[in-house]
């Protein structure tokens, strides 16, 4: 670059403008020695002529032609390095970027054919440098828009590109010229980059640390013109939902394998022993039922779950005052509660319209009511409620199931809406619960468009929060002014 800018800087014009006027100026004067000589001829062959009075005229002949030609050969010098001076102008704005600049072409002469060629040249330089533009500005696109994260790393190891997925990864450590060992430190992107940088190989691996949390797989790939193209595929979610897969099946299998395994034994004894006694046998065929219920519970609590975790669940939603919800909820689950001597009692609801499915609502209470019976029933009742929310945007009516037993603690609050979270899982075994009981009513509740969650401390019970949303006709009456 130093030594084409010199070169640029150097007077090429004025160097073209002295030569073009002292070939004109020799030429002048040859065309003078020229007169000179062919008048010395011609008086020497003519008789009587004086010679010296010839010689002056051809000299002053060709004074006056060279004072008439001087002029004549600045401008015309002058004309061709003004249109040179323009062309060195143009060479230089082109190499400077500028494709938009022209040249003037004033004449048919072959400076002007030269002009022309150039503006032309210019011209598809222009639209191919547009081109390869909004051809790059659309793989920028395409690439921002994905969901994996790209970076493009030169054959020495530095960034070269990375488009917006990356950049929100890595933050501001990794830019264009930066090296990629100071941009990402995960160990095992390195390691595939310069596996493919240096065997020209494609490379896959995982990276766990490249983002707290979250999961990749990477895939590096040299490039033909050199250098590596990573790309970066987040699998946080499927391995999130593999584990969680993973994990259903391990607890499906425990919860029947308990089960399953006592009836083979009861079975088996009652098999091996023809002769046992009645009571016995009566005992053992009670053991037998009770696990056989258990597993039919568990059956009937998969087919719910797998039902509302479906995409094609569809509820009947229909207008229902939260008040007959509340007391259908009491009248039809009071008989669950008799046998334990818990008292169930309502604790006011307002009559307002929410939207709700009546059959899932009985099904969210039973669930509710049944976990608050297992759990609660050292407080010796259980209180079921409603009340609408005051706040001015608030367009639904919160639910909520309490009980007065030994409570939860703070750490089991956020998880016990999860599939087969247990808090005491002896106690959930020997009172034949599932575990999936208040994962049904989260999805049944989020399916109506509403929020569920608990709160408790330990020794003051717990209390289960559900929210449903106002029926239009109900929004209406509560946004209006009170005049209306």
């Keep these: 670059m130093p030594e084409s800018a010199g070169w640029e800087r150097r007077p090429l014009t004025p160097k073209v403008f002295t030569k073009l006027l002292s070939l004109l100026v020799l030429l002048l004067v040859l065309h003078t020695l020229v007169m000179e000589f062919v008048f010395r001829r011609l008086v020497e062959h003519s008789a009587g002529v004086d010679l010296h009075l010839l010689g002056r005229e051809a000299l002053w002949s060709g004074l006056i032609a060279l004072a008439v030609a001087i002029p004549i050969a600045a401008w015309v010098a002058s004309r061709i390095s003004v249109r040179l001076r323009r062309v060195v102008s143009f060479a230089r704005s082109i190499a400077d970027g500028d494709l938009s600049a022209r040249l003037d072409q004033p004449g048919d002469d072959d400076l002007s054919a030269m002009e022309a060629a150039l503006n032309q040249t210019a011209e598809r330089l222009g639209r191919s440098f547009a081109e390869i533009e909004s051809r790059r500005q659309e793989l920028a696109a395409m690439l921002d828009s994905m969901q994996e994260a790209v970076v493009a790393i030169t054959p020495e190891g530095y960034v070269r590109w990375s488009n917006a997925v990356m950049q929100r990864i890595a933050g501001t450590q990794i830019r264009p010229g930066r090296t990629l060992v100071h941009s990402v430190r995960d160990p095992e992107v390195l390691a595939c980059v310069r596996g493919a940088l240096e065997n020209r190989e494609v490379r896959f691996g995982r990276a766990s640390s490249l983002a707290p949390g979250r999961i990749f797989e990477i895939n590096a790939a040299p490039l033909p013109s050199g250098g590596a193209l990573v790309v970066l595929h987040d699998v946080t979610r499927i391995e999130a939902a593999e584990k969680s897969r993973r994990d259903f099946i391990a607890n499906v299998s425990h919860e029947l394998r308990t089960p399953l395994t006592s009836i083979q034994g009861y079975v088996e004894t009652l098999v091996e022993d023809p002769n046992s006694n009645p009571e016995t046998t009566r005992e053992f065929l009670a053991v037998i039922l009770k696990n056989a219920t258990r597993m039919n519970r568990l059956t009937e609590d998969l087919l719910a779950l797998a039902s ?25 689950l009071g008989g669950i509660v008799v046998d334990s001597k818990v008292e169930l009692e309502s604790s006011g609801a307002p009559d307002a319209l929410v939207m709700a499915d009546p059959d899932a609502m009985n099904q969210v209470f039973g669930n509710l009511i049944e976990n608050a019976l297992k759990y609660g029933d050292a407080g010796k009742r259980i209180r079921v409620g409603a009340r609408l929310l005051t706040s001015e945007a608030a367009t639904e009516v919160q639910f909520t199931v309490q009980d007065f037993g030994p409570g939860i603690a703070f750490e089991h609050l956020g998880r016990i809406f999860e599939r087969f979270y247990r808090i005491d899982k002896a106690r959930s075994r020997d009172s034949g619960g599932t575990g999936l009981g208040l994962a049904i009513v989260k ?42």
Excluded at 308 to 332: C, F, G, W
Excluded at 462 to 479: M, N, Y
């Design 443 to 484: 999805h049944i509740v989020q399916a109506h468009g509403g929020r569920i969650w608990a709160e408790s401390e330990l020794g003051s019970g717990a209390q289960f929060h559900f929210t449903l949303p106002l029926a239009p006709a109900a929004v209406g009456e509560k946004t209006a002014p009170p005049n209306a």
């Design 308 to 332: 509302v975790e479906s995409p094609d669940y569809k509820l009947t939603l229909q207008p229902a005052r939260a008040s007959a919800l509340v007391h259908d909820a009491i009248q039809s």
